[in-house]
């Protein structure tokens, strides 16, 4: 009777360990090596329990109360949603997506889930709008001026290293290609903190970007930089950088999170410059 209390004992102990949101989240990284390994079907499992912990975790409170539960859910939906669409199931990822997008609209992880589902759909798509009621520097021109412009936007944040390493590739791009018909974009938003500040105000932040702009970016030819948390929900911009090319005509032809050598970036741009203006339609119409 003693042994079978204390194997009672030890498993509850076991639960409640599986149950906390550290271990919650590391099994959700799990998940993403057994990913990265291609062990698929050891990854998808992973992932659903992390899924259905933290199901039983927020029974009660909100998702973004804590920082490891958020993580572990949007690592979760990811693990899923790529097993599902290498595995020839892509129809399914994108319903995976969507449900959880309507699910957790709101909260944290929302970017990343938007992330997941534009890799799998938004290239061949029109570029979504832009929302531009705050910038850094010189006030972006409407979206309806990108029309016959190729437009690489280019998601960064002032805390990011692979944001500035990315800034002279891009920068070298834009004054070679320019005067080509490339427009450059690269929104950022604010996060509530800095490297000097740990709470600042907004227009403390603000003021922040602007020095980091100013030393990393400023060489970047013409960069408008709108200034909005909805512009990396919509286009799913977790990863920073994040970069978009879309054509003359305004439809996305490259969808990357992440870095991406110049060379690659070139290749994904040049194409599109070759094309002729005279075949842009005109504003308005699709």
Not at 45 to 66: H, I, S, Y
Not at 237 to 257: E, M
């Amino acid at each position: 009777m003693v042994a079978v209390c204390e194997i009672q004992t030890a498993t509850a102990q076991f639960r409640n360990r599986e149950d906390t949101p550290e271990a919650i989240e590391a099994l959700s990284e799990r998940a993403r090596e057994d990913l990265s390994s291609r062990k698929l079907e050891e990854a998808y499992q992973e992932a659903q329990r992390v899924e259905n912990l933290c199901e039983a975790a927020l029974k009660g409170r909100k998702l973004d109360q804590e920082p490891q539960l958020p993580l572990a859910l949007g690592a979760a939906y990811e693990v899923e949603a790529q097993v599902l669409a290498e595995t020839n199931r892509r129809s399914e990822a994108v319903e995976l997506l969507n449900s959880a997008l309507r699910k957790w609209r709101g909260t944290s992880i929302v970017a990343r889930l938007q992330k997941n589902l534009n890799v799998l759909t938004l290239e061949g798509k029109p570029m979504p709008a832009l929302r531009e009621s705050e910038w850094i520097g010189a006030k972006p021109a409407p979206q309806s001026a990108l029309r016959g412009k190729v437009v690489l936007l280019f998601f960064w944040a002032h805390w990011c290293a692979d944001c500035k390493a990315e800034a002279p590739v891009i920068a070298e791009l834009g004054a070679e290609l320019e005067s080509k018909g490339l427009e450059i974009i690269g929104p950022t938003k604010l996060y509530g903190y800095t490297a000097e500040d740990d709470h600042p105000t907004p227009a403390q932040e603000k003021a922040y970007i602007e020095k980091v702009y100013e030393r990393f970016y400023s060489k970047i030819p013409n960069l408008q930089i709108p200034v909005s948390d909805e512009n990396f929900d919509r286009y799913g911009a977790s990863t920073t950088p994040t970069i978009v090319v879309a054509d003359r005509q305004g439809i996305v032809r490259l969808y990357h999170p992440g870095v991406l050598d110049e060379s690659a970036l070139r290749a994904a741009i040049e194409p599109l410059l070759q094309t002729s203006t005279a075949h842009v339609r005109p504003s308005g119409k699709r």
